[in-house]
């Protein structure tokens, strides 16, 4: 009778412990995969010219949760924004509340799943501290155009296009010189053809001195005329 109870026994406890080890594994599933305030998060962004809230639930699970977004005034809600319903999942899904929130106010996001989770998303949301601008941002204004360095003409392009004409071309005027110098030792010029000319006898000092020359010669042929007539006039007497 021992040795049946002890064959009977062992089975027993083999099936107790693989329950209990199913049990513990469910406990574990189930935490792991239930909702919790930690899986959503609140944001105050701008769509265009106007603000609007969004919340993201990355609940792996997707239970069911509805969002309530309110607008607080000191501590205590002024009024209901709006409530929608979310399923979330891993990757996280977004829900937008159009809210033309206005700089440094602050909503509470209620969030309700189920028997999971009924609190709010702590801290409370506090939108920016600077409101949408035309071009969907809320952000510091970017300096204006005339400030910037880029739009002002620079100054130095002005002086070095003078710089660059003052500049000697190949066609200096050293070269330019240095034509007319060949042009007078090749070439004839009228000054020479008179240089020569008056080699010959043939400038106006010749034409003076053919003039003495002549006026003495009329003399001397007077003088000897003189002379022959005085001889024949003591001849005849």
Known sequence: MSIIRRNVARPVRMLGV????????????????????????????????????TVT???????????????????????????????????????????DWKPDATYRIHVKAGDQVDEDIQPNLTTPSTPCKPGGESST???????????????????????????????????GSSAPADTVSNAPSPAAGESNLAETGASSSTGL????????????????????RRRGAKSDS
């Open 141 to 175: 204004p970017a300096p204006t155009p005339s400030t910037t360095p880029s739009d002002t003409p620079p100054a130095t392009p002005a002086p070095s296009e003078p710089a660059d004409s003052a500049t000697p071309s190949p066609s200096a005027p050293e070269g």
């Open 209 to 228: 001195i053919a003039g003495i020359a002549a006026a003495l010669v009329v003399v001397g042929g007077g003088a000897v005329f003189l002379g022959m």
């Open 57 to 99: 639930d990355k609940d792996p699970s997707g239970v069911p949760a509805t969002v309530s977004v309110y607008l607080e005034n000191n501590g205590a809600d002024e009024r209901l924004v709006g409530t929608q319903e979310v399923r979330g999942s891993r990757e996280g899904v977004t829900i937008t509340f159009e809210e």
């Open 18 to 53: 693989a329950s209990a080890s199913a049990a513990l594994a469910l406990g574990v599933a189930g935490t792991a995969f239930a909702c919790d305030i930690s899986e959503f998060s609140a944001a105050a962004v701008c769509e265009g010219t106007k603000g609007v809230i």
